[in-house]
């Protein structure tokens, strides 16, 4: 069965530092990946997703991830983080059973950066 | 552009009322999605509409139905609303294509007291 996992509940960082939020699926044939942004009360936001290609893909407001696939793995990153970062992150992944379009999401991870 | 829009944003309800959420979205988009958020276990597909006219079950149908009124719109009802449905409700629409990302609404706020 097609799955993807968080193993974080909630990441701590410092302003400034880096951050990586970490995100492992499990699924038959190729996936494509998602990676979306929930501020408090509101609806989720697309930050970037991996198709194919280039491992390393770029997306909105500074953030990256890097697929690897020997890892099963599409780990968010960014350089430095900043205290708007803080929110809940959700990576998803698509291309899977047979309706197009349908996402599987991880139970997500609560990003917290301090001043 | 509104995006997608859901009403209403907040919604009370006692066992056994019926209710429907609306979904709208202005972007042309063919899919349509309705989840549930709950803490902890991510969101969960509750229904989905590929096209205009087909709705198929998704993870969580039990206790829903699904109306696609148009390409437009996509309602989600409680016939006879239990506890075990409180939770957020968010909508969801896509672009016709393999890798193309789904756009969220706000999410509608449901307790079934």
């Known amino acids: 069965a097609q799955s993807v996992a968080q193993p974080e509940d909630q990441v701590n960082v410092a302003e400034g530092n880096p951050l990586t939020v970490k995100c492992t699926y499990s699924v038959s044939g190729n996936p494509y990946l998602f990676w979306y942004v929930q501020y408090p009360n509101r609806g989720l936001q697309f930050l970037l997703k991996?198709?194919?290609?280039?491992?390393l893909v770029k997306g909105s407001y500074g953030f990256e991830a890097e697929f690897n696939k020997s890892q099963t793995s599409f780990h968010l990153k960014k350089p430095s983080a900043l205290v708007s970062d803080s929110a809940l992150y959700f990576c998803a992944v698509g291309g899977v059973g047979g309706s197009q379009g349908n996402l599987i999401f991880g139970k997500g991870t609560k990003l917290s950066v301090k001043p | 552009n509104a995006g997608v829009t859901q009403t209403p944003k907040f919604q009370v309800l006692k066992t056994g009322q019926s209710m429907t959420l609306q979904c709208a979205q202005d972007m042309n988009h063919n899919s349509m999605y309705w989840y549930r958020q709950d803490p902890g276990m991510g969101l969960r597909l509750i229904y989905y509409s590929a096209s205009e006219g087909t709705t198929d079950k998704g993870e969580v149908p039990n206790g829903y139905n699904v109306s696609r009124l148009n390409k437009r719109e996509f309602s989600l009802r409680l016939e006879s609303a239990a506890p075990s449905q409180t939770s957020v409700y968010f909508c969801?629409?896509?672009?016709?294509?393999?890798?193309?990302?789904?756009?969220f609404g706000p999410g509608t706020r449901l307790t079934v007291l």
């Open positions: 991996y198709i194919t290609g280039d491992n």
């Open positions: 969801a629409s896509r672009r016709t294509g393999d890798y193309n990302e789904q756009f």
